[in-house]
C-alpha cells in the first residue's frame, strides 16, 4: 500500500520534525514516517535544505511514479544493523511497490536503500544508489546525498531501449560463462578431493597415536588394578567387590579385542584411508568406554576404603543417627492419622505402611552396627566397612520412607492451591467462552462440561475426606477441554501462552507422581522388578525431554509432559502388583548375612543397587584401581569447540519476504 499524505498531516510532521529536531538527535529506533519526504532526526540539513530535499524527492512521483524517503538519524539501534533498521522502518511504515527508503546514519556513517519486498530496481541497481549518495556523504554534503540519490533512483528506474542488445550480449556471454564454469567445477572438484582426503589423512594420524598410546595405558592400569583387586578380596571378601571384578574383566576384554584389531592392521593395511580411521576409531571408543566403567566402579571402592579406615568415627556418627531416628515409626504413624482425618487420597494408601517398614529399617541398622562393633573389637576392618556401608544404607532409606510423609502434607496443600487457582482461570474461560461464536454448539457444550468439573471439585475439596490430587488432575482435564475450544478463536501469542501454561501444570503433575513412584520403589526395591522400574525411567527421560523442547517446540513438550505423568502412573501401579507378589510368596522379610536373620532384602536390593547408587557421580581419575590417572583416558583429544561462523541474523518485518540485506558505510 503507498503511503498517502495530505496537507495537515504534511504540517503535522513539519512541526514535530521541527519541535522534537533538539531531542532526537540520539540513538534511535525505526519511527513513523510522518508527512513529508525526509525525516531529519540528526539535524543534518538546514530547514532551506529540508525544503529543497522534500521538493526534490517529491519530483520522483511525479516524474517516474516512484517514491523514496530519507531518513537522518545519528546512529541506528534496535537494531543496529543498517539493513534491519532499514527494512523495519519500511515495514512499520507499509513501504509498498515502487516505494524505497534511504537510511542515513551520520556519527556512525552507515547507509542502506530499503528496496520494495516486490517489484522495483535490482540489487545491483540499489548498490549503484547508495553508492551515489556516499559520494556526497562522504564531504558531509548531506543535502547533495538526496539529489545524488534521487537522480540515480531515477536513472536505474528509466526504461530500457536497448534491451534487445542488451540479451544478444547476455546470450554470448553465457556461453563464455558455462565453458569456463565447467573449467572451474572441474578445478574445484579435484581440489576439493585433495582437501579430503588429507583431512582424513591426518584424522587417521591423529587415531593412530591416540589408539597407540590409550593401548599402553590401559594395558598399565590393568594390571595394577588386578593387583588391587586381589587385595579387596582379602579385606572386604568375594561379594563385596564382585562389581569390579566384573569391571575388570569387561575391560581387560575389551583390551584384548583392541590389541586383535592392532595387529590387524599392522599385518593387513585397510585398502582405503576411510577403513584405516575406521579401526583405530574403534580402538579408541573401546578403550574410552572401558576406562569410564572402571572409574564408576572405582568411586564405591574407594568408599568401602575410607569407611574402612575411619571405621571408629564412622560408628559412633551411625550410633548417633540411629538414637535420632529412633522414633520415626511413630512420627510417622503420628503424620498418617493427621492426613486421614482430612484426606482420602491414594497416595496416603501407597505409604500406609511406611511405619512398619521404618521399624524394619531401624532393626537392620541396629543388626548391622552391631555386627560392625563386634568385627572392630576382632580387628576385622574390612567386613565392619561393609557392616557400616549397609547401616548407612539403612538409615538413608529410613530417611526416605520418613520425608515420603512428612511431603505429602505440603503437595496436598499445593494442590488444593493450583485446584482453587485453575476454578477461578476455568470461571474466567467460561466467560470468554460466552462470547466465542457457536456456529455447531461445541462451545455451549465445553461449557456446560466444564461447569460440571467445577462444582464437583468444589464439593470433592469440602469438609473432610478430600483427594485434592484428583480434583486438581479432574481440573486439569477441563482446562485441556475448554482450552481446545477457545484455542480457535484466540491469537496466536495467547494460544501459546495457555499452551506453556498446560506444560507446566502437567510438568508438576509428572515430577509428584515421579516423586512418589521413586520413593515407593526406592524404599521396596527388593521385591520390585524390572517392568516398574523401566517404566520410571521412561517418565524421567519424558519429563527431561517436556522441559528441554518447552520453549522450542511446545506441542511436542506437552506430549512428553503428559506422557511422562501416565508413565510414571504405570509405574507406581506394576510397583505395587510386584510388591503385592512378593510379599504373598513369603519372602518380605529383611535381612543379609548376619545372625539376626535381617538384611537378606536389603542388601539384595542394596548391595547391588545401593553400592552402584553410590559411584554414580561420575567418572573420576586417580583412582584406587592403580594408575588411573589416565590423561587420555575418558576424555582423550578434547571437546571440538568453534565460533560460530554464521553471518547476520535474519532480518525483521517483511524482509524475509524480498527486502534486501547488505548496507554500507561512507
Avoid at 525505526?30 to 530535499?53: F, I, K, M, N, T
Avoid at 503424620?335 to 484426606?343: G, K, P, Q, V
Avoid at 578434547?638 to 565460533?643: C, E, I, K, P, Q
Wanted: charged letters at 25%.
Amino acid at each position: 500500500m503507498r503511503l498517502r499524505r495530505t496537507h495537515a498531516a504534511t504540517a503535522l510532521g513539519i512541526g514535530a520534525a521541527l519541535a522534537l529536531a533538539p531531542l532526537v538527535a540520539i540513538a534511535a529506533e525505526p519511527p513513523q514516517l510522518g508527512g513529508e519526504y525526509v525525516l531529519d532526526a540528526a539535524g543534518a540539513l538546514s530547514a532551506a535544505e529540508e525544503a529543497d530535499a522534500n521538493k526534490r524527492l517529491a519530483g520522483l512521483e511525479t516524474d517516474g511514479d516512484i517514491e523514496m524517503w530519507v531518513v537522518y538519524v545519528d546512529e541506528f539501534t534496535s537494531p543496529a544493523d543498517s539493513a534491519e533498521w532499514a527494512n523495519a522502518t519500511a515495514d512499520l511504515n507499509g513501504l509498498g511497490t515502487d516505494q524505497y527508503l534511504l537510511a542515513i546514519a551520520t556519527e556512525t556513517r552507515q547507509l542502506f536503500l530499503s528496496t520494495p519486498v516486490e517489484g522495483g530496481i535490482g540489487d545491483s541497481d540499489a548498490i549503484a544508489v547508495e553508492e551515489a549518495a556516499a559520494d556526497a556523504l562522504r564531504d558531509d554534503d548531506w543535502a547533495g546525498a538526496v539529489d545524488a540519490a534521487a537522480d540515480e533512483l531515477e536513472a536505474q528506474s528509466a526504461p530500457n531501449h536497448t534491451i534487445w542488445w542488451v540479451l544478444g550480449a547476455i546470450v554470448v556471454l553465457a556461453l563464455i560463462v558455462v565453458a569456463a564454469l565447467a573449467l572451474v567445477r572441474g578445478a574445484r572438484r579435484r581440489r576439493a578431493q585433495r582437501d579430503a582426503e588429507e583431512k582424513l589423512r591426518a584424522e587417521v594420524d591423529e587415531f593412530r597415536t591416540r589408539a597407540s598410546g590409550l593401548l599402553v595405558e590401559m594395558d598399565d592400569s590393568l594390571r595394577t588394578a588386578e593387583q588391587e583387586l586381589g587385595f579387596a578380596v582379602a579385606q572386604f571378601g568375594p561379594g563385596a567387590v564382585a562389581d569390579y571384578e566384573k569391571a575388570l574383566a569387561d575391560a581387560r576384554a575389551s583390551l584384548n579385542r583392541s590389541f586383535g584389531i592392532q595387529q590387524q592392521l599392522d599385518d593387513a593395511p585397510p585398502e582405503t584411508l576411510q577403513e584405516e580411521r575406521e579401526r583405530y576409531g574403534e580402538i579408541v571408543g573401546l578403550l574410552e568406554q572401558a576406562d569410564a566403567a572402571l572409574d564408576e566402579k572405582a568411586e564405591g571402592f574407594e568408599r568401602l576404603r575410607a569407611l574402612e579406615q575411619n571405621a571408629p568415627q564412622v560408628l559412633e556418627r551411625l550410633t548417633a543417627q540411629r538414637a535420632a531416628a529412633g522414633d520415626a515409626p511413630e512420627r510417622i504413624a503420628a503424620e498418617m492419622a493427621r492426613l486421614r482425618e482430612t484426606y482420602a487420597s491414594a497416595a496416603i494408601d501407597d505409604v500406609d505402611d511406611n511405619a512398619d517398614e521404618a521399624r524394619a529399617r531401624l532393626s537392620f541398622v541396629d543388626a548391622e552396627l552391631a555386627e560392625a562393633r563386634a568385627h572392630l573389637d576382632a580387628g576385622e576392618t574390612g567386613e565392619a566397612a561393609l557392616d557400616l556401608h549397609d547401616a548407612e544404607q539403612g538409615l538413608g532409606q529410613l530417611d526416605e520412607l520418613v520425608d515420603a510423609i512428612t511431603s505429602l502434607a505440603p503437595r496436598f496443600g499445593e494442590a488444593e492451591k493450583r485446584a482453587a487457582e485453575m476454578i477461578a482461570e476455568l470461571e474466567a474461560d467460561i466467560g470468554r467462552a460466552r462470547s466465542l461464536a457457536d456456529p455447531d454448539g461445541r462451545v455451549a457444550r465445553a461449557i456446560a462440561a466444564t461447569t460440571e468439573h467445577i462444582a464437583a471439585a468444589r464439593e470433592n475439596l469440602a469438609g473432610t475426606g478430600r483427594t485434592p490430587l484428583r480434583a486438581a488432575e479432574a481440573l486439569d482435564a477441563a482446562n485441556d477441554e475448554i482450552d481446545a475450544v477457545i484455542a480457535n478463536a484466540r491469537e496466536a501469542e495467547e494460544a501459546r501462552r495457555r499452551q506453556l501454561q498446560q506444560i507446566d501444570q502437567n510438568v508438576s503433575q509428572a515430577q509428584g507422581a515421579i516423586a512418589s513412584a521413586e520413593r515407593f520403589v526406592g524404599t521396596r526395591r527388593g521385591g520390585i522388578g524390572g517392568g516398574a522400574r523401566s517404566q520410571l525411567a521412561q517418565a524421567q527421560a519424558a519429563l527431561d525431554q517436556a522441559i528441554a523442547t518447552r520453549d522450542t517446540d511446545p506441542a511436542a513438550a506437552l506430549v512428553q509432559a503428559r506422557r511422562a505423568r501416565d508413565a510414571a502412573s504405570q509405574a507406581l501401579s506394576s510397583a505395587r502388583r510386584d510388591v503385592q507378589s512378593y510379599q504373598q510368596s513369603g519372602y518380605g522379610g529383611y535381612g543379609r548375612r548376619s545372625s539376626s536373620g535381617l538384611g537378606g532384602d536389603i542388601v539384595g536390593g542394596l548391595i547391588g543397587g545401593l553400592i552402584g547408587n553410590a559411584v554414580a557421580g561420575g567418572s573420576r581419575r586417580g583412582s584406587g584401581w592403580g594408575g588411573s590417572s589416565r590423561g587420555g583416558l575418558g576424555g582423550f583429544g578434547g571437546s571440538s569447540r568453534g565460533r560460530s561462523s554464521s553471518g547476520r541474523s535474519g532480518r525483521i518485518g517483511r524482509s524475509s519476504g524480498g527486502r534486501r540485506s547488505g548496507g554500507r558505510r561512507f
